[in-house]
Nanobody, 121 residues
């Protein structure tokens, strides 16, 4: 079973950038499709971006398109979320998730504990 640990969150100002990392242990991450989700205070957790095992496929929520980039380094067992031009509405706990099923099914069995991103105006 894979264990996921997110890092890279923090407090930034609007317009700044952050890069989140999701590092796996217990299993090689290259066999998993991986996604980032986020949950803002008082709201449900929502999809942000996903990437297939080989990085051949990526998908983004409308809110992330043009500002966020998901990537992976399978040699480092890590998936990244580069976030540029951050806005206060990006404030949330960001979670990475992984799954062995076919890419695009939108279901993820393995989750990290999350990392807080706070964007001040």
């Amino acid at each position: 079973q894979v264990q996921l640990v997110e890092s890279g969150g923090g407090l930034v100002q609007a317009g700044d950038s952050l890069r989140l990392s999701c590092t796996a242990s217990g299993r090689t991450l290259s066999t998993y499709n991986v996604a980032w989700f986020r949950q803002a205070p008082g709201k449900e957790r929502v999809f942000v971006a996903s990437i297939s095992r080989t990085a051949a496929g990526t998908s983004y929520a409308d809110s992330a398109k043009g500002r966020f980039t998901i990537s992976r380094d399978n040699a480092k067992n890590t998936v990244y979320l580069q976030m540029n031009s951050l806005k206060p509405e990006d404030t949330a706990v960001y979670y990475c998730a992984a799954d062995l099923r076919a890419y695009g099914m939108g279901r993820y069995d393995y989750w990290g504990q999350g990392t807080q991103v706070t964007v001040s105006s």
